[in-house]
C-alpha cells in the first residue's frame, strides 16, 4: 500500500480463524508525508490439542499442532477444569517454544486445556478435550504371603495392586512400592523389598524369604503418596537341622571334681538358627582340659562321654566339673551335624598355700636386693595359680641373717613387704645380703601355708683394707711406740678375705713428714708389712715428730687403700717463733701493724699449748718504735700466751722508714726475731727550697725550685716505678713559664723518676706580683709556694689617663695627663734609682704643657726616682684633634690624641 500526502491514515485489519471462535487483530498507523508498505496476514491457530481421556498419574501429557498462518513467537497453556490455573510452568510472559508439554495435576478431577499462541500482540487460542484424572491412594496384597520354611522363598510370589480412592483398581505403571516385616515374630526380611507397578499396577516381589520360624508373621506395604497396607498372618517353620550350639552361656565355675550345679545346654538348630526338634541325636562331649574333668546328666551324677537329644526336643542338658583353672574348650559333636564349641572359664578354688616357683637363690654379697626375681605362687589345693581378689600384702623374713634386704624391683628401694597386685597370683621380689653366709627367706601371707627357701651367700672379691683396731694417740716421737695398728683385706661390704697363697704386702705411709713405722713397739724404721698366706690381718707401730692428726694409709696392690686419722699430741714446750708473716708496711704511728703472732713450741716445731707464758718484746735499730696488745692500743713491752692457746699477737707501730729487726723473748724458751719493713707512703709534695724573686722575664731563671715527694710523717717517699708525672702551674695573670733549667725550653709538667723523690724546675713570669705556683701529682697532695716578681728595666713610656678632650684654651686646664715608663712586658717600673726626663709634644702650634692646672707653660716633665708616673697638663687655643707625644731618651715614645673644640 502506498500513501501520499500529511495527515493520511492508514488502517490494516486483519482476521484469524481457529477451531474455537478466535480472532487476531493487527493495526498499523502513520502520520506525516512518506511512502510506506503492509502485509496482511493471520497468525497461526494451534490445532489438534491433546490429552488421555483418562489418567492414573498425576503427570498429564499435552500436544498440539500448529495451523497455516503466520508462525506465534511461543504457547502458553491454562488448566481448566476441576483445578484451574496455569500448567506447564508457562504463561504470558514464559512462553513455550514446543508443541508439547507435561502439566502436573493437584489431585483427582477432570480437567481440559487451553492452548494460547502469541506473536507480538497478537494471540489465538484453542481448547484440548477432558481428561479424567483418578490417581492411586494404596495397594493391596492381590496375592498374600504363605507358610514356608526359613531361608526359603515365599511361594507364591507376593503380589500388590494399586487401587484408586474409589477402590478401584489404578493401573498406573512405573510406582515403586516397598514391603517390610510385621507381627511379633522377629525374623529378618530377605531378598528384593522395592519393586515397581507394571501397566496394569502391579508389583511382584519373587525373592522374599524370612530367616527364623515364628507364626506372627506379616508384611507391610508403602509407597510415596501411598496409604500403607497389611498382609494377613503367616508362619515360617524351621529348616533341617544342620548344626549343634551351645544354648547357654559360657560358663565360670571354681576347680572342683563335682559340678557346681550349672548346666549346659547343647541344642541342635537349623542354617537359621531355629531349634529343631525332629529325629532323635546323640551328642559325643570332649573338653581340651589337662585336669581331672566329669561331665554328668546330673550334678554330682556318673561321668559321662555322650549324651541324646530325642526326637521332639531340640536340646539337652549336661554338668561339668574341672579340676584345672583355665579356659578349656568344651566340644559337642554328632553325626551330620557341625560340631559346638564353647570356652568355659575354670576359676581357682580358695588358696592354701604359698609356693616359690623359682630355684633356691646363689648370690655373692651386695647391699642392693639385686638377685632375682624370685617368685611367689599363691595355691589352691589343686596346684591352681589362686588370683587375689585384691591387693594383697605378702611378707618377707629372713632367719640366720639380720642384714638381708628385699625389694619389689631389682635394686629398688628396701622392703619387707611385696605386693600381690589384684587378680594376680604371683608376686615377684628381688633379694641381697652383705654377710656371707645361708639364710633362710621366708614368704608369708595370713590364712595361707608360708614358703621357704635357703639362699647361699657367698663373700665378695677383695677390694679394699681397712684398719680394724681404734684410732692412736700419743705425743710427738722419733720413735714408733702408738699401736698396733691393725689392718685386714675385706670384700666392698667389709668382710675380711684372706690373703692369698703368695701373701699380701701392704705399703704404709703418712700425711706427717715426721712419720716412722716399725713392726713392734721401738723397732726398726719400715716402710711396708707382709700379710701371711690364708691370714685375713696383720699389724704396725707408728711415730712422728710433727704434732696434730696425720692420716696414716696402707696400700696394697688391687685394693682400695685403707686411712685412719693418728693424734701426735705436741711435746713439752722449748722454743718462740714469729708465726706472722714478714711484714712490709708504711710507717705508722698509731700500733697497727700487724699482728705480730708469736707462739711457743716444742723441740720439733709443734705448737704448745700447756701453761701460761710471758712474752718480751724489743726493737734493735730504732728509738721511734712502740708495741701494743692490741690494734691500736697503749703501748707496752710484754704480752701473754695464756694457758690452752699457742700463740700470742702484738701491733707494732713506728714513724721511721727502713729494716727494723724485733725479738720476743720468754724464760726458758729460745727467743724469737723477724725483721719488719716499713716503706713510706707518699702522701703529698712539697717544695723544699726557699721562695724564689727576681725581675719579670719570658724565660724560667728562679730557682732552682726543688720538689720532694713524702709521707705524712716527713720521709721521703720515692716515686714508683714509671716515675711520677708532676704538673705545674701558676696563679699569675702574666704568662708563666717552667723549665727544667734555668733559661730552658719551657714545660708544663716534669717527670720525678722512679726510685727518686726529688726533681727541680725553674721559673719565670712577665707579670709584676706575687704569683703562687703549684706543683700536683695524681696520687699525692699538691704542693704550693708564692714567688716574687719585681719589674723589669724601663723600656718604654706609656700614657695611662684617658684622651684629652675640652674647649680651646691658651691655658693648659686639660688633665692630668698621666706618663708612666714601664719595662718591656707593660708593668710599671716602681724600683727606678733615678729620676725620669720626659719631653712633651703636640702637633698642634696652639699647645700648651703646664705641670699644674692653668701653670706655667713647660716642654718636660720629671718621673722621680722610686715612682713610675707624672703628671701634666694641657691646653690648646687651636681647635681639631693634635697628636700629643711623650719621649725619653733610649725609651719608646708614646703618643695620644686630644680633642680641642
Not at 492508514?10 to 508525508?33: E, I, Q
Not at 718636660?860 to 681647635?879: L, R
Request: contains cysteine; hydrophobic residues 40%.
Amino acid at each position: 500500500m502506498r500513501g501520499t500526502g500529511r495527515g493520511l491514515l492508514l488502517l490494516v485489519v486483519a482476521t484469524l480463524v481457529t477451531a474455537l471462535p478466535s480472532v487476531a487483530h493487527a493495526y498499523f498507523t502513520s502520520g506525516g508525508d512518506g511512502v510506506s508498505s503492509v502485509t496482511a496476514g493471520h497468525l497461526a491457530t494451534p490445532t489438534s490439542p491433546a490429552v488421555p481421556s483418562v489418567s492414573y498419574t498425576a503427570a498429564i501429557p499435552i500436544s498440539w499442532a500448529t495451523g497455516p498462518g503466520l508462525a506465534p513467537t511461543g504457547y502458553y497453556v491454562q488448566r481448566l477444569g476441576s483445578r484451574p490455573g496455569p500448567a506447564c510452568n508457562s504463561s504470558a510472559t514464559a512462553l513455550l517454544t514446543s508443541t508439547s508439554c507435561v502439566d502436573t495435576v493437584p489431585g483427582d478431577g477432570d480437567y481440559s486445556y487451553r492452548v494460547i499462541a502469541v506473536r507480538d500482540s497478537w494471540t489465538t487460542a484453542t481448547t484440548s478435550g477432558t481428561t479424567a484424572v483418578r490417581l492411586p491412594v494404596t495397594a493391596t496384597f492381590c496375592q498374600q504371603p504363605t507358610t514356608a520354611a526359613a531361608g526359603t522363598v515365599l511361594t507364591p510370589a507376593v503380589r500388590l495392586c494399586l487401587r484408586t480412592a474409589g477402590g478401584d483398581p489404578a493401573p498406573a505403571a512405573g510406582i515403586q512400592l516397598t514391603v517390610r516385616l510385621g507381627g511379633t515374630s522377629s525374623g529378618h526380611l530377605q531378598g528384593t523389598l522395592t519393586a515397581d507397578t507394571d501397566s496394569s499396577g502391579t508389583a511382584t516381589f519373587a525373592t522374599l524369604r524370612i530367616d527364623q520360624s515364628g507364626t506372627d508373621y506379616r508384611l507391610i506395604a508403602s509407597g510415596s503418596g501411598l496409604s500403607d497396607a497389611t498382609s494377613d498372618r503367616f508362619a515360617i517353620v524351621p529348616a533341617n537341622a544342620n548344626v549343634l550350639v551351645f544354648a547357654t552361656p559360657a560358663r565360670t565355675a571354681t576347680a572342683a571334681t563335682t559340678s557346681d550345679g550349672q548346666s549346659l545346654v547343647i541344642r541342635r538348630n537349623d542354617p537359621f538358627g531355629n531349634p529343631v526338634t525332629s529325629g532323635t541325636s546323640t551328642v559325643r562331649l570332649v573338653t581340651s582340659s589337662t585336669g581331672t574333668t566329669r561331665f554328668s546328666t546330673t550334678v554330682g551324677g556318673s561321668a559321662v562321654t555322650s549324651i541324646t537329644i530325642p526326637s521332639g526336643a531340640s536340646s539337652a542338658t549336661v554338668y561339668y566339673a574341672d579340676t584345672r583353672s583355665g579356659r578349656p574348650v568344651l566340644t559337642a559333636s554328632a553325626t551330620g551335624l557341625v560340631s559346638a564349641s564353647q570356652e568355659e572359664t575354670i576359676t581357682p578354688a580358695a588358696a592354701t598355700t604359698l609356693t616359690y616357683t623359682t630355684a633356691a637363690p646363689s648370690f655373692t654379697v651386695d647391699a642392693a636386693a639385686r638377685y632375682g626375681p624370685l617368685t611367689i605362687a599363691r595355691r589352691d589345693t589343686y596346684g591352681n595359680a589362686a588370683p587375689v581378689a585384691t591387693a594383697t600384702a605378702v611378707s618377707l623374713t629372713a632367719t640366720g641373717s639380720s642384714t638381708t634386704v628385699f625389694a619389689a624391683t631389682q635394686s629398688g628401694s628396701p622392703t619387707t613387704t611385696v605386693t600381690m597386685a589384684a587378680g594376680s597370683s604371683s608376686v615377684d621380689f628381688w633379694v641381697g645380703d652383705i654377710r656371707p653366709g645361708k639364710p633362710v627367706l621366708t614368704a608369708a601371707s595370713t590364712g595361707l601355708t608360708s614358703a621357704t627357701q635357703t639362699a647361699t651367700v657367698t663373700v665378695g672379691a677383695a677390694v679394699a683394707l681397712a684398719f680394724t683396731t681404734a684410732a692412736r694417740s700419743g705425743s710427738a716421737s722419733s720413735s714408733a711406740t702408738l699401736g698396733p695398728l691393725t689392718l685386714r683385706q675385706q670384700d666392698v661390704y667389709g668382710n675380711a678375705v684372706a690373703a692369698p697363697s703368695s701373701g699380701l704386702v701392704i705399703t704404709l705411709r703418712s700425711s706427717s713428714a715426721g712419720a716412722r713405722f716399725a713392726t713392734r713397739s721401738g723397732g726398726g724404721a719400715v716402710t711396708s708389712v707382709t700379710m701371711s698366706s690364708g691370714a685375713t690381718s696383720v699389724s704396725a707401730y707408728y711415730g712422728d715428730t710433727v704434732a696434730g692428726s696425720p692420716t696414716v694409709t696402707a696400700s696394697a696392690t688391687g685394693l682400695a687403700a685403707a686411712n685412719q686419722s693418728v693424734t701426735i699430741a705436741p711435746g713439752t714446750s722449748r722454743k718462740l717463733v714469729f708465726r706472722n708473716a714478714a711484714i712490709t708496711a708504711a710507717p705508722s704511728a698509731a700500733r697497727d701493724l700487724g699482728p705480730l703472732t708469736v707462739q711457743r713450741q716444742d723441740s720439733f716445731g709443734n705448737p704448745t699449748t700447756s701453761g701460761s707464758t710471758a712474752v718480751t718484746l724489743t726493737t734493735a735499730n730504732t728509738t721511734t718504735g712502740s708495741f701494743a696488745a692490741s690494734s691500736g692500743g697503749a703501748a707496752t713491752t710484754l704480752v701473754t700466751i695464756p694457758d690452752g692457746a699457742s700463740t700470742t699477737t702484738a701491733w707494732y707501730g713506728d714513724t721511721k722508714t727502713g729494716t727494723i729487726k724485733l725479738s720476743a723473748a720468754a724464760t726458758n724458751l729460745s727467743a724469737a726475731s723477724q725483721n719488719i719493713v716499713l716503706a713510706p707512703v707518699a702522701s703529698q709534695l712539697v717544695v723544699t727550697s726557699t721562695a724564689r724573686s727576681g725581675a719579670a722575664s719570658s724565660t724560667a731563671t728562679l730557682g732552682a725550685i726543688t720538689i720532694v715527694r713524702r709521707d705524712q710523717f716527713g720521709n721521703a717517699a720515692p716515686a714508683p716505678t714509671g716515675g711520677t708525672v708532676i704538673s705545674l702551674s701558676s696563679s699569675t695573670t702574666g704568662t708563666p713559664v717552667f723549665a727544667t733549667s734555668s733559661g730552658g725550653t719551657p714545660v708544663t709538667q716534669v717527670t720525678m723518676a722512679a726510685g727518686s723523690s726529688t726533681v727541680s724546675v725553674y721559673y719565670g713570669d712577665t707579670r709584676v706580683g706575687t704569683p703562687v705556683i703549684t706543683a700536683a701529682a695524681s696520687d699525692v697532695a699538691a704542693a704550693t709556694q708564692t714567688q716574687t716578681i719585681t719589674p723589669g728595666t724601663t723600656r718604654a713610656l706609656r700614657i695611662e689617663s684617658a684622651p684629652l678632650s675640652g674647649a680651646r684654651s691658651t691655658s693648659a686646664q686639660l688633665g692630668p695627663l698621666v706618663v708612666a715608663r714601664i719595662d718591656a712586658f707593660g708593668n710599671l717600673v716602681t724600683n727606678s734609682t733615678a729620676s725620669l726626663t720626659v719631653g712633651l709634644t703636640s702637633t698642634s702650634t696652639g699647645r700648651r704643657f703646664a705641670t699644674t692646672a692653668g701653670g706655667t707653660s713647660v716642654t718636660t716633665v720629671s718621673i722621680p726616682a722610686g715612682q713610675a708616673t707624672a703628671g701634666v697638663y694641657y691646653g690648646d687655643s687651636v681647635a681639631g684633634s693634635p697628636t700629643i707625644t711623650v719621649s725619653a731618651t733610649g725609651l719608646t715614645s708614646a703618643t695620644q690624641t686630644a680633642t680641642i673644640s
